[in-house]
């Protein structure tokens, strides 16, 4: 063991053995798509037994107390790492070796065909089965490297799409903020409408919401995207025809830190007040209280008229202009760090759309991982079922994450054995 410059302990025989494993085990992503899977591979198991025994060897070194102060805090800092790491794989290889006992015990009941005994070693073993795919999932969620925004709070907009002959997408818009809404209350967040620009025949052509709580980013970045709609309108020519049609809305999910610290000098600035449209009375036909700002130096475009106030609207616009500028940054530095995810956000085109919710079929398709689920009603509501889906998602985006992290091992060792 020796201390790297970057103060983080590491054995280097036991990284040689993980990436020479790596080097023989191409494609590790397109194989494995779930914890469960990942676990069995050679690869993870060799870097998690790699981990596991420089945890005992920092430990072992903090025991003997024979390093200065600084080495003695680098230490500790690694072991705090490790620790909660090589509990989680002690713990899965203890209820593996539980399983495997259940197991025989299972086969030998069958043949005896003690049918009580063997129904309640089947229960234990099923509930086992549950406790290392749980286990298993919080093993990776510690290994998959932290992304810097997913704490953050997040402005999201939705945006109604075109489609030929009706009105389709306007009403499916309405449909999605809801369900944001829904889904935000589920879990227990704050959600602030910002923006809302209703359609004239009860649809809706573009909202915005301020939505802040625990994780919020984490678990609302994949759904920025184009969302494609198929179904039967209710009124007109179509629906008595039976006529499919297809419409699209756009969905944009911006994190925004407590603090979002970006600039903006007045002088690139172009603000213009109009009245609010919809829902408002007498206040909606006679002030000129929604605001429109032009950020002149980059074209960006941002509007609000949910308050009376034309100060407040204004205000409210200047922080969603803000979150687009900060956007802009947060999408840079991720192109600089090349995370070529296959879950990135994309550029919203409709040739990038992201799932399909076709109601004559009562199907979502997500199309990034190849997942349907039935239900549409239900996940519409935003709570259990749109929630599954979302942690389906998530738990993919880990395994993408981890399985490139092992793989960036080897680049890092300089790809020799």
Not at 224 to 247: D, W
Not at 388 to 402: H, V
Request: glycine letters at 6%.
């Amino acid at each position: 063991i020796r201390l790297y410059s970057c103060g983080v302990w590491r054995p280097e025989p036991l990284l040689d053995v993980a990436r020479c494993t790596l080097s023989s085990h191409g494609r590790l992503r397109k194989k494995h798509q779930d914890s469960r899977a990942l676990w069995k591979h050679e690869v993870v198991q060799k870097y998690l037994e790699t981990l596991s025994k420089e945890y005992q060897q920092v430990n072992h070194l903090l025991s003997a107390d024979s390093k200065n102060e600084f080495e003695q805090r680098t230490l500790r800092r690694r072991c705090a790492d490790l620790s909660p790491v090589a509990t989680a794989f002690q713990e899965i290889k203890e209820a593996e070796s539980e399983l495997q006992e259940l197991e025989t015990m299972c086969r030998e009941l069958d043949s005896r065909d003690e049918k009580q005994l063997l129904e309640l070693a089947l229960e234990e073993k099923e509930t086992l089965d549950k406790k290392i795919n749980t286990l298993c999932r919080k093993l990776f969620q510690l290994l998959v490297p932290k992304e810097k925004y997913d704490k953050s709070h997040v402005i999201l907009e939705v945006t109604a799409g075109r489609t030929t002959g009706g009105d389709i997408c306007q009403q499916f818009t309405k449909e999605m903020f809801e369900m944001y809404q829904n889904y935000a209350d589920y879990k227990c967040w704050t959600f602030d409408i910002l923006n809302y620009v209703p359609a004239e025949i009860g649809g809706l052509h573009h909202a915005a919401a301020h939505i802040s709580g625990d994780d919020v980013y984490r678990h609302l970045k994949y759904e920025g995207g184009t969302h494609r709609v198929q179904r039967i309108p209710e009124t007109g020519l179509s629906s008595r025809m039976q006529r499919i049609h297809t419409g699209t809305m756009s969905v944009i999910v911006l994190p925004q830190p407590e603090e979002v610290d970006v600039k903006v000098d007045p002088k690139d600035l172009r603000v213009d007040t109009f009245r609010a449209k919809g829902a408002g009375g007498q206040h909606v036909n006679k002030t000129d209280s929604a605001v429109r700002i032009v950020h002149l130096p980059t074209g960006v475009v941002v509007e609000c008229q949910q308050e009376r106030s034309q100060q407040m609207n204004k205000e409210i616009a200047l922080r969603m202009l803000r979150a687009k500028l900060y956007q802009q940054i947060v999408e840079k530095q991720l192109s600089q760090e090349q995370r070529a995810r296959k879950l990135q956000l994309g550029t919203r085109a409709q040739s990038e759309r992201i799932r399909t919710y076709n109601f004559t079929q009562d199907r979502v398709t997500d199309h990034r991982i190849s997942y349907d689920a039935r239900n549409i009603k239900e996940i519409l509501s935003g709570k259990e079922e749109l929630d599954k889906l979302i942690n389906r998602l998530l738990e993919f985006a880990e395994m993408e994450a981890l399985t490139e992290h092992l793989e960036s091992l080897q680049s890092v060792g300089g790809g020799g054995c």
